[in-house]
């Protein structure tokens, strides 16, 4: 597998890319109350954003195995609140150290090949050798299912010196169901 590092990602690979990522993701369209999975114009806008690195994995065959984004320029990011991160981290902020990643989606047929450790580490292990931070939205269906955020930490732990894992903030949604039993 080769991993490729692309600010602009257009034309073929671009289709190539939404394909990746509308397999990875589409479960989560029933899974997850938040809206977890971008439109096809919200895609096209991230992949055409400049601000934002893009991780592709490409398999021996020459075929896309994973995608994934990252970024340092929080205000790229429309459902983020950099205001949150420049509190929290001002010295790291300020200095470009507070990094989002957007998603990491690997193809469905490419579990379980090393395919998801590979794009984990080609964009966490630059955050480390910075010791900056990454930050990453993790739905409950993956963090309590899936064991995500313990697999991305753990993974991280085997390339990186030091390691902690904290868990930000939680968003909480509330049904009030007035069905009448009867």
Not at 3 to 31: C, I, N, P, T
Not at 82 to 99: Q, S, T
Request: net charge negative; aromatic share 10%; proline share 3%.
């Amino acid at each position: 597998m080769s991993m490729q590092v692309m600010q602009v990602v257009h034309g073929d690979v671009l289709e190539k890319a939404w394909k990746l990522y509308s397999r990875s993701f589409d479960e989560l369209r029933h899974l997850a109350v938040q809206r977890h999975v971008m439109y096809d114009d919200e895609f096209d806008a991230v992949m055409a954003d400049s601000r934002v690195d893009k991780y592709l994995l490409w398999g021996d065959d020459g075929e896309l195995r994973g995608v994934g984004t990252m970024t340092n320029q929080l205000e790229s990011m429309t459902l983020i609140s950099p205001d949150y991160f420049a509190h929290r981290w001002p010295e790291r902020y300020a200095a470009g150290l507070v990094f989002y990643i957007g998603f990491v989606g690997v193809d469905p047929d490419s579990h379980g090949t090393g395919a998801f450790s590979e794009i984990v580490r080609a964009m966490t292990e630059p955050v480390a050798a910075l010791e900056g931070v990454a930050i990453l939205d993790v739905c409950s269906h993956n963090k309590n299912r899936l064991h995500l955020t313990r697999a991305i930490r753990w993974l991280a732990s085997s390339w990186a010196p030091a390691v902690e894992m904290t868990d930000l903030d939680a968003q909480t949604y509330v049904a009030y169901d007035f069905t009448l039993a009867g």
